[in-house]
């Protein structure tokens, strides 16, 4: 007898990231609520299910949707505005008088304009690691696009930038514990609280193990940056007495599968061994780094990583260190940067890198048992690309089309939860040409209000 979905996506070349990492030539996915009821070839699930809707994907890719597992919303409002001079004093000259002048209208406006992107872009969960304003506000714009993600607000109990965090160990914990109280994380919530600070040696050992108590307590995700720059990296063992900041986080007992790195571009042979041993979880941002030249492809042991077991996910980091929001080129960067450096074939294969965009990230942010994969019981968060553009044809290796010709520039219709919020490249909750004239309008008064030309080598009228 016929079952009932909601939906049948039929007819798509189905990367499923399941356990055996299936492919179907001619597949097709059901949809009932918002869980996945059947994965399959397309003739099977026609036959045993009965849609109220279907949807024809006429040989397009189908694909779980990504996870960007770091970015910074409230960033956004500012993307481009440094200079490729990137001068050394950067953050004074320029991201503080952003962070100063910046107003919660501003910093919503930039939440917009990232989740825009990033649904345009196939990404259907999120980590962002907070801003100066209070997370229950983002969430509220989160869920006028409909994404998935967790929100944190972001902190760090130790200088440079007071007026930006918190400024106080107890502060700091206050603040955290009162947003995962107001954004709760269980089977339905579609945007959870998680813990979120700086780190890189803006955090008190104190903040990171009581954050860690925290992260256990509630069955969240501990978020925070680390050995980014050698800068930062050698600044650390100083506060850690010699110790590399991997050996000083296993000793304060804060690794763990909670646990999320970001960058860690800057680490040891000995570190990388920690993290796999530990099953500790790191964000590759490699844009991030390649944006401003601070070593990922030269230094980077992300190969390592990935061939010693450790959970590497993929970020986009924020404007001005990487300027887009694109887990797919992000792929890209992870699967090609370093065999380019070290000339070795394939050191991140485009098959792994698929996995840091899918299933890694879904299971550094405690996921991987609702998102992450096209599988029954999972929840239907699923991107379908237009088969009818060049880069995917002739389409004879479906994963390298996807991470090395088509990227993410064919995305067509975009689910999560069960629900299409980019239905054949148009949102269907809100006018996105009136958003963009927000947004333009808010980031110009903005740049007025900072006060600094954007220097331009070439004559501007
Ligand atoms: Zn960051």
New binding site residues.
Partial sequence: MSQTADLAILHAKLITMDDQRRIFSDGAVAVRGSRIVAVGRSAEVAATFTAKETIDAKGGVVQPGFVDC?V?FSQHLGRGIIPDAWPEEREHAHWLPYWLNLSEEDANAGTMLACLEMVRNGTTTFCD?GGKFRGDAKAAVVNRVGLRGMISEVCWDLPPYPSVSVGDTDACLKRLERLTQALPKNADARIWAGVSMAGMGRCTDRLLVEGKRLADRLGVTLDF?QSFGPGDVANYRKQTGGKTAIEHFANLGILGTNLQL?HMIYTEDSEVALLAASRTNVVH?PA?STRVGMGVSKVGRFPEMVAQGVNVALGS??GN?SDFFDVARQAYLASTIHREARGVMPAISAHQALEMATRNGARSLGMLDAIGSLEVGKKADIVIHSGCRPEWHPGLNVVNSLVYSAQSASVDTVMVDGEIILRGGRFVRLDEEAEYRKIDALAQNLHRRMGFAIPSPWPLD
Wanted: net charge negative; hydrophobic share 20%.
């Fill in positions: 770091h910074h690691n940056h970001v941002c991030a980091d924020s260190y």
